[in-house]
């Protein structure tokens, strides 16, 4: 059986899936793209649009007139000539009337037709009033002149135009956007001046390249107005293959310190930016930024405040960041995809479309002389048999009077057609005055003028040129104005760093031995004190500013870190570092730590080995952490202790057995990772059934006194009686005196401040 043969069985067909659905999806694929989504570049128009503008202009709603409510001519255009959803055929109706969404808008709107801000907030079709603009004659003026084919409507009962006689290139002025099967179609409006301009330049010039064009052509004209910041030789390129990407910025000034935002980039709405911004200060990333407000009003359509914190902060970075991370620049795709004259859809250039339309525009104008040099053929026609019945009025009364059927026998005496003799019937008694040949004599005096100048223009390339051209010109001094959006080159924005967008404040970090984090404002906080969860208890805490990151050491040797503006504050008890970090199975938090990246940092475990880093290394995005000490098995790591000078710095180490023994920091290696050297040797066997171990280690600065406390007793140690445990990396040292080994911790003492540390 082939693959379309039908098949009965008792009466039911049957047909193979491929055979049914392959010409059922490509008849809908072609009704989308060419009876929906793409316009046709004759008049610009997609159907729903072209119909919308016909309906309107049926129900007598021309600019002239009063408004009328829009469900009226919703209600005709789909009874009559789109059957489809009211809904979406409203929708199409309001984008023609926003002046901030159509460039050249076609219908002029009462009521709440949606605004800049909220485009998609407008009124029901029953409370809006509405009629053509100015602009719709441009469709309409040759309408009835013969101009264009008509077609039935869905049901046959009308017809409709099949397009609208366009005396602008509509398409490339207002653009268009639609997205068919497996087509789409973006095309930027323009502006009205330019355009022309470049039209006049094809009509005298028809073989000018694209770059010649371009010259009058600066880029698109949005009706937002803006900033267009892609590079002239970008937009030639996309003019030149009718694909690519036009990049806009808004518009602003300074003003009393603040920066106000003057245009938004097309189908950019101020409720969308606001949004952004408040995201990136409710996040903490725009600290900058006191407040932003919309104070747009109908003077000032697009006017944003964003209200800087402070005089010192640089409004040319801030309004750089914002363009990179909002809305405030944004790209607006460009895919010239229309419906052809030869009614097939194809991806166009610039300079194609134009010299396309310029001929469609020729067809009409040709179409639009001929039919009026018909319907001047036949009313000089009729004004021949007219003068023939002035020049025998006493004979053709004579003969209407004798004669029932008058028509024949006065085309026969006259030798007059049908339509003479019709005419000649159907003259009113009052018209037969010496008066009505006189009119009729400067009548066809004048037809037979404009005839034998319609047929110079039809006969002539160059003067049907001229012709277009002058209408082109009429047209633009009817409608055209002024460029919107301005070209320029700008530099490409640049997003801040974070830190660059965080408050440079003090703030003190907290870890509880449960593992929940928070950070308080200043140094003069007492972590101790805070208030923690049932069961839990201060660990660890590190003092910084809110652009450094809190580095946090687990027990696995492995390091994490977190901007300290992103952590909770601790006005409450914080929150589990858990939720913003993933520690390996059985990890527990170890301290914290905070320092600028060449801030020196003593990393050991509890066997005695150790290395000094830079607090950089200590630093990573990685959420699972970075490894940075290697412990040996059935060891911990010991809290990380800064280092205040490499080269001056001692280091006391002390074992749970009482043994000290202290050395130059300097002996120890620099490593980003790993082991370390041994610092202090530990027996193997004791080691290995722990029962020895290293508890405690301490950074003594040169000239500072080191006080031990053993329970309630403590000792202490000054650089002259201290000398008596220094000695060589790796040694035993030697034992505390009795009643100070079982050392609980230890306390610096600065010989500058006699302050603690």
Known sequence: MSQNEVVSYEGIEQLSLDAFVRPSYLNYAMYVIMDRALPFIGDGFKPVQRRIVYAMSELGLRVTTKHKKSARTVGDVLGKYHPHGD????????????????????????????????????????????????????FLAELSMGTVDWVPNFDGTLSEPRM???????????????????????????????????????????????????????????????????????????????????????????????????????????????????????????SMISDIRDVSDQDEPTRLMIMPRSNRVDKDALISHLFATTDLEKSVKVNMTVIGLNRKPQTLGLLEILNQWLKFRRQTVVRRLEFRLNKIKERLHILDGLLIAYLNLDEIIRIIRENDEPKPILMQKFSLTEIQAEAILQIRLRQLARLEEIKIKNEKHDLEKEKDGIEKTLGSNQRLKSLIKSELKEDAQKFGDERRTLIVERREAQALREVELTAVEPVTVVLSAGGWVRAARGHEVDPVNLNYKAGDEFLSAARGKTIHPAIFFDTRGRSYSLLAHTLASARGQGEPLTGKLTPSNGARFLSVVMGLPNQKMLLASNAGYGFV??????????????????????????????????????????????????????????????????????PPARLKKREEHLKLLAIIPEGATMKIHAGKQSVRFTPGNISDFVGER??????LPRGYRKVDRVEIINPESNDNS
């Open 87 to 138: 809904t979406a055929c409203y929708e199409a109706m309001v984008l023609m009337a926003q002046d901030f969404s159509y460039r050249y808008p076609l219908i002029d709107g009462q009521g709440n037709w949606g605004s800049n801000a909220a485009p998609k907030e407008f009124a029901a079709m029953r409370y809006t009033e509405a009629r053509m603009s100015a602009y719709a004659d441009v």
């Open 613 to 682: 880093t830079d607090i950089a290394n200590l630093v990573t995005k990685n959420t699972k952490g970075k490894a940075m000490l290697t412990v040996p098995r059935g060891s911990e790591p010991l809290p990380p202790i800064y280092v205040h000078n490499y080269e001056t710095d001692s280091l006391a180490a002390i074992t749970t057995e009482g043994y000290l023994l202290v050395i130059p920091v300097r002996v120890l290696p620099e490593l980003p990772k790993g082991k370390g050297n041994k610092i202090i040797q530990i």
């Open 164 to 286: 609208l006689p366009a005396r602008l290139p509509n398409v490339i002025l207002n653009g268009a956007t639609g997205i068919a099967v497996g087509m789409a179609t973006d095309i930027p409006p323009h502006n009205l001046n330019e355009i022309i301009e470049a039209c006049l330049r094809l009509i005298d010039t028809p073989k000018s390249a694209i770059e010649d064009i371009c010259q009058l052509i600066q880029g698109p004209d949005f009706p937002t107005g803006a900033e267009i910041i892609t590079s002239k030789e970008e937009i030639l390129n996309i003019y030149r293959s009718g694909q690519g990407i036009i990049r806009m910025r808004a518009t602003y000034e300074y003003e009393n310190g603040d920066i106000i935002i003057t245009s938004l980039p097309y189908q950019v709405s101020p409720a969308k930016v606001i949004e952004q911004v408040a995201l990136q200060m409710r996040e903490k990333k725009l």
């Open 730 to 735: 790796g040694r035993r040292g030697k034992k």
